[in-house]
T-cell receptor, first 115, second 114 residues
Framework: EAQVTQNPRYLITVTGKKLTVTCSQN?????MSWYRQDPGLGLRQIYY???????DKGDVPEGYKVSRKEKRNFPLILESPSPNQTSLYFC??????????????FGPGTRLTVT | DAKTTQPPSMDCAEGRAANLPCNHS???????VYWYRQIHSQGPQYIIH???NNETNEMASLIITEDRKSSTLILPHATLRDTAVYYC???????????????FGKGTHLIIQP
């Protein structure tokens, strides 16, 4: 089954404790992206990757890192989480971004709470 | 990307057609209209997209007006599982780089009543 998976689905952590949220897709998609969703603010893009070893900042990249060493994986790293990073996070992928007609597939979400 | 306007909420009876409107009066010629939905805190799900012509797939139909300033998403036989927030998004046809993220507004909360 074609899908985007994220782990963990739920995480409660403390300020400053480094964490990684994994994202994997099995569709051989070139493009992957991370969003966060907060009440009243909609989904906002954090980072994206056009292909392996190619990443770039989205609209809200501060406090986050990403890497794309393999095509299928795109982990989101919070080196020193803070309470304002408490949010619902979604990973997404699409075949390519060179043509916008390709739909984006979203993962199930990771609910992160930083205390 | 052009801005979209959607009603904040709508009700529809189960088994009836749900018609969700979207206004995108500033759309340009190289922008698609996309629809996604999000069922309570799940990942958004692609529904359908179109450029000029009406489109239909197994989930829904998309009707785009001739001037492309508005569109309607039609769920032909709504079920309780169609209760979700529906997002209308316009996006350029070809992406030359940049953030390339989808811009989700507030959407329409569609509630299917039994």
């Amino acid at each position: 089954e074609a899908q985007v998976t994220q782990n963990p689905r739920y995480l409660i952590t403390v300020t400053g404790k480094k964490l990684t949220v994994t994202c994997s897709q099995n569709m051989n998609h070139e493009y992957m992206s991370w969003y966060r969703q907060d009440p009243g603010l909609g989904l906002r893009q954090i980072y994206y990757s056009m292909n392996v070893e190619v990443t770039d900042k989205g609209d809200v990249p501060e406090g986050y890192k990403v890497s794309r060493k393999e095509k299928r994986n795109f982990p989101l790293i919070l080196e020193s989480p803070s309470p304002n990073q408490t949010s619902l996070y979604f990973c997404a992928s699409s075949l390519s971004t060179r043509q916008a007609s390709y739909e984006q597939y979203f993962g199930p979400g990771t609910r992160l709470t930083v205390t | 990307d052009a801005k979209t306007t959607q009603p904040p909420s709508m009700d529809c009876a189960e088994g009836r057609a749900a018609n969700l409107p979207c206004n995108h009066s500033t759309i340009s010629g190289n922008e698609y209209v996309y629809w996604y939905r999000q069922i309570h805190s799940q990942g958004p799900q692609y529904i359908i997209h179109g450029l000029k012509n009406n489109e239909t797939n197994e989930m829904a139909s998309l009707i785009i007006t001739e001037d492309r300033k508005s569109s309607t998403l039609i769920l032909p036989h709504a079920t309780l599982r169609d209760t979700a927030v529906y997002y209308c998004i316009v996006r350029v046809v070809y992406s030359g780089g940049g953030a390339d993220g989808l811009t989700f507004g507030k959407g329409t909360h569609l509630i299917i009543q039994p």
